[in-house]
Structure formats: structure tokens, C-alpha cells
């Protein structure tokens, strides 16, 4: 089935809501073939224009959520609106309330060393009778993946959450997708650290009107060098609606 998107810089990002996304995913669970799920937001489509690996990433993805409150105002500048943004951390526990309703497995692999045990031990506890098949930090070094892969693959989940952070969380699901046959593999960055109380999130008023990125600064003030990523965000945006509009004169 063919997703409606809308391409911004060059970047493909599907234009669904919350509940859309939830069924197709439960679509792609009975396709039973690996997908591979991406939460773009304005940082992923600046780094993929100097990242061609993760470009290719993003261009292949089976699902480019709209992860961003950026992403929504550029689709309106350029005169094709996103409807809703669909953020991982808001996904996670609705994922998780999926899984338990239909009995599917969950793994959650990557975040630091306890942090997916206890974002499992929390998930559980709101999700009662929901399978988490395992947890593992492992790393996203090339050279660890073979021990990785095997542990997911004996787990047999229907629902792989990756947070090592991206690009390289969505690099790494994409180098493994085909040998590991998980019917859902999701980047879902900081999210498990929001989940296990690690991370605070940003009041839900700041998340409404964009200014999430805001809090995560004033809390982790070492992002600041990622966070250029918005202001060149903004102005290759506004390029490409000045040459948009220079086109149809």
C-alpha cells in the first residue's frame, strides 16, 4: 500500500497520524517481512544532506514517521501540510499497549547499560501480560553486531526498539535488517530513557507549540552543537520554497 509523504530537502516523510501508524504496523507485524521504521525530524534531514549512507537509509525506510515539530512547519512552507506529528517517544507506550493486546514480543535493545531493563520493568507494569523477549545495551560497533543479532533473533521478537541514537541506531538496523527478520525495527533514540525516568521530557504545553527542542537543551546543554542543525534547517528550507516559487514565474 502506497503511504502518501512529503519530500523536504530531499528527505521522504510519510504523512500519517498517530492512529494510522499504529495500524500499519500492525500491518507490516502480519506481512510478517522486516521493515524498517525512522523518526525524522529536522536533524535527521540536515545530516543526510552530508551523510549519503544515512541518506540511503531514509530513502529506503519503509516508514519515515514525521517525528518534528520542524518538519510540520516546513511541509507548510512548501505548500504540502504534514497532519500530526508522530513522535517516537509518544509511540513507544502505545507500541507497547499493541504488543500486549495482541501478544506480540518486544525487545529493546541500546541506551545505556539498565536503562532498557528498567524502561522494560515500567512498560510491563502499565501493560500487563506484555511480552518483553529481551533487553540488551550491546553497541552499535560493526564488530559487535554478529553477538547482537543472534540474541535477537533467538528472542524472535515482532517488535525491535533501537536507541543508540541517530544516525547510527538507523545505520545499524539497516546494515542487520535482513538477517534479522524482525517484522518491526524502530530508531526510537532517547526514548527508552524517557520511559525509565532517566530523562525528563518536556511538559506536554512546550511539546504543543515546538519548543520541545528548547527543553532538552536547557536540560542536556551539551547538545547545543546538534541543535545548529535547526537554524541551517530553517534557511535550506526557505531556499527551497524561494526557488519553488522563483519556478512557477
Sequence with gaps: MEIDSVRILGVRVHNVTTEETLGILERYVTEGRAHQVVTANPEFV????RNAAFRVVLHEADLALPDGAGLLWASRLLGKRLRERVAGADLVPLIARLCAGHAYGMYLLGAAPGVAERAACVLVEANPGLRIVGTYAGSPDPDEEDETVARIMAAAPEFLLVAYGAPRQDLWIHRNLARLGVPVCMGVGGALDFVAGVTV??????????LEWLHRLWRQPWRWRRMLALPRFVILVMGQRLSSAMGRN
Design 201 to 210: 521530557r518536556a511538559p506536554l504545553w512546550m511539546r504543543r507549540v515546538g
Design 46 to 49: 540536515i545530516e543526510a544532506q
